[in-house]
């Protein structure tokens, strides 16, 4: 027997769509706490007092290779470009104002919406590649701790430390992984490891 159409199962049923993340953290990264995948779009998952919980934070690579288009190459190697530009702080602001972030979790995100809610918010803004770039790692970055701090309130946690091992071809971004890092410091007792 083969068991498919987990997606449909699961929207029928009331979920968002990816019932298979939380089992499949829990079996095969059991030693950590939080693990936090950066891919197209950042996701969470969190153990808690209760079991797992896992839901998607935020637009990641896929609004960062974007940015880069215009630029004629597939990424920002290393972060070095958004390293170099400033923070837009209306830039930031417009793009945390989305109704999506403010939704409770569990909750789920498609490209389709990183499409049409996100990166019209970044291509609309006069400003340099290095400028969106640089905004769009802090947002990714603030999203995340608070995505973090609200998982641990919520659901409660086991015991700190808590070990966070973060995955996905975003970690390879240095600049995003450094923003990362800085805004996990108010959260104490949360290690963030790289494999």
Same mark, same amino acid.
């Given at each position: 027997n083969v068991a498919d159409n987990f997606r449909m199962q699961?929207? $029928?049923? &009331? &979920?968002?769509?990816?019932?298979?993340?939380p089992v499949a953290d829990e079996m095969l990264f059991p030693d950590y706490d939080i693990l936090l995948n950066l891919g197209g779009i950042a996701n969470l998952s969190c153990k808690t007092t209760d079991g797992y919980i896992a839901f998607d934070l935020t637009g990641a690579n896929q609004v960062l290779n974007h940015l880069v288009k215009p630029l004629g190459i597939p990424y920002d190697h290393d972060?070095? #470009?958004? $390293?170099?530009?400033?923070?837009? $702080?209306? #830039? #930031?602001?417009?793009?945390e104002q989305l109704p999506f972030f403010d939704l409770p979790f569990p909750k789920s995100l498609g490209n389709d919406w990183v499409l049409n809610q996100q990166l019209p918010l970044y291509d609309q803004a006069d400003a340099s590649i290095p400028d969106k770039l640089h905004t769009a790692c802090r947002q990714i970055a603030r999203q995340i701790a608070k995505d973090v701090a609200l998982c641990l309130d919520q659901d409660g946690v086991n015991d700190y430390p808590l070990r966070m091992l973060a995955t996905g071809g975003g970690v390879f971004n240095e600049f995003l992984m450094r923003c990362i890092r800085e805004e996990l410091k108010v959260l104490d007792g949360v290690n963030l490891e790289i494999p």
């Open positions: 699961d929207v $029928a049923l &009331g &979920g968002q769509g990816a019932p298979l993340a972060g070095r #470009l958004a $390293a170099q530009g400033k923070l837009l $702080a209306d #830039l #930031l602001e417009s793009v």
